[in-house]
């Protein structure tokens, strides 16, 4: 998470508020400069702002309530994810102080799916010297609030640390939302480390349009058809061509297909025309771009028009083929596109043809780079009516990817081997990922070791149709590539970048 520290602030009110103008303006408390023998009452300011003095404040007079704003280029900064107010002292001596160790899930600025629930987890350590009571509490205190306004904290000595969460729901509208949270003691009194969640929620993707094309009108004698079969999607790249007729004078003088009804969920009604010369016999087949592979007699094979309805399709905008023959077996063939979207649109924008079988999962995952791949866990993914939890996928660099189920179970199995010592900059796996790694020596041998710590992030992932074993998948990586895998049926395969 970010830094954040107070800025000097020069004593003219109109240069103050020129430095401020890009966030809060801060309420300014302004007292007459005492004598060094006065005391001044303690400056109690409004929420989320904290005393400051721009100059001399003996005694405490002359203070005034600021916005902490960042200043990246002054001193050390604060621990990433706080802001660090004074410590206050308790009545029995001992200082009440909080600070930010670490975040546990959602780093700043990780994409959240619109109106999605999620955990944040801080991990924070008593840096003060009292003891933290039972009902202290982690509190809401300004920013966007996304449904967790307050979680208990459990008591903590001094010097120990704790993970604290919130339940929240990203918000539905597109944009970068922040919530900032402190500790409060039983009595009320807060302390410590002003601390955030930071999260972005995303647009909806959208998909690349499938092409609509025009088909060429044909002169007397042509008829439309796709140079390369199956590479004219939407009628785009269909041409007219003069059939050439076997000795027998057999040939297709005309074939087309018109779409005269969507069938829900995902079917159509089509209705098919031909006419041909010299066929004793012909039929229209779909090859492999439906769920099976159609056949309907074209009769008579002369000239006439066929009805079918199809309930779904392996690709966008098929192919269908009508096949002529004569007394003597001599054969001939034209195509036609079928204009026709896919059921269900990709998550990212792709020319992939071949559709996806189900909607996109949304699932919180986790990834971890290694010297010779990568692991992502996903908590969820959902297949029609099918769920699947707690999956970790292994892709190594050689272009090989594995499919595993998370066995580790929180609070029974190990988060690491302390006897297992990692190089200097490199890392051991822990949870699910580690437990993987060191159990299954062949996915240890050949990713090696961990080169940078696993992160949590909000994840698409999709199955596309399969035409036979080895189906393929997509997963988007934290920083936004897609993968597509081969062999979600099977646990192995191969896969690629997009």
């Not at 026709?340 to 043809?353: E, I, K, V």
């Amino acid at each position: 998470m970010k830094s954040e520290r107070l800025v000097p602030f020069l004593l003219a009110a109109g240069l103050l508020l020129a430095t401020l103008a890009c966030g809060p303006l801060p309420t300014l408390v302004v007292t007459a400069t005492p004598t060094p023998q006065v005391a001044c009452a303690p400056l109690l300011c409004p929420e989320g702002q904290v005393p400051f003095c721009p100059g001399d404040c003996p005694g405490g007079c002359g203070l005034i309530c600021v916005t902490p704003t960042p200043s990246p280029t002054e001193g050390t900064p604060p621990a990433p994810g706080e802001v660090t107010p004074a410590e206050p002292t308790t009545a029995a001596g001992c200082s009440l102080g909080a600070r930010w160790v670490a975040d546990v899930t959602v780093p700043d600025n990780t994409a959240v799916a619109p109106g999605t629930p999620f955990v944040k987890t801080w991990r924070v350590r008593n840096s003060g010297t009292c003891a933290w009571e039972p009902g202290t509490r982690l509190v809401f205190i300004s920013g966007t609030p996304m449904g967790g306004p307050a979680a208990d904290v459990p008591a903590l000595a001094p010097g120990a640390q704790t993970d604290v969460s919130v339940s929240l729901t990203a918000p539905s509208t597109p944009g970068t939302y922040r919530a900032n949270y402190q500790f409060q003691a039983p009595d009320g009194t807060r302390f410590g480390a002003v601390i955030w969640v930071q999260i972005v929620v995303p647009g909806t993707p959208t998909a690349s349009p499938a092409p609509v094309c025009t088909p060429p009108p044909c002169p007397s004698g042509g008829v439309l058809m796709c140079p390369t079969p199956g590479a004219c999607p939407g009628g785009c790249g269909v041409i007219c061509a003069t059939p050439t007729a076997p000795p027998s004078g057999l040939a297709i003088l005309s074939f087309t297909a018109e779409v005269v009804q969507d069938l829900p969920p995902a079917g159509k009604r089509i209705r098919f025309s031909w006419r041909t010369q010299g066929a004793t016999h012909a039929g229209i087949w779909s090859g492999t771009q439906m769920r099976f592979p159609l056949y309907w007699e074209a009769t008579p094979p002369g000239e006439g028009t066929l009805t079918v309805d199809i309930e779904s399709t392996y690709y966008r905008d098929p192919m269908m083929t009508l096949v002529a023959q004569d007394a003597a077996g001599h054969e001939v063939q034209a195509n036609v596109v079928v204009p026709w979207a896919c059921q269900y649109a990709w998550f990212f924008p792709t020319d992939n043809r071949a559709c996806p079988a189900y909607e996109a999962s949304t699932t919180w995952a986790a990834e971890e780079p290694f010297e010779r791949g990568r692991m992502i866990w996903l908590q969820e993914v959902r297949t029609g009516s099918t769920v699947y939890q707690r999956l970790i996928l292994v892709f190594y660099n050689d272009g090989r990817y594995e499919k595993y189920a998370d066995t580790f179970v929180e609070g029974v199995d190990p988060e690491s081997d302390p006897t297992i010592v990692p190089p200097a900059g490199l890392y051991q796996p822990i949870r699910g990922f580690g437990k993987l790694w060191r159990t299954n020596t062949s996915v240890r041998d050949r990713l090696g070791w961990a080169t940078a710590p696993e992160q949590g992030f909000y994840t698409q992932w999709q199955m596309q149709i399969g035409e036979s074993i080895g189906i393929p998948f997509y997963v988007r990586r934290m920083d936004g590539r897609i993968i597509r895998a081969a062999g979600w049926d099977t646990g192995s395969g191969t896969w690629e970048e997009k």
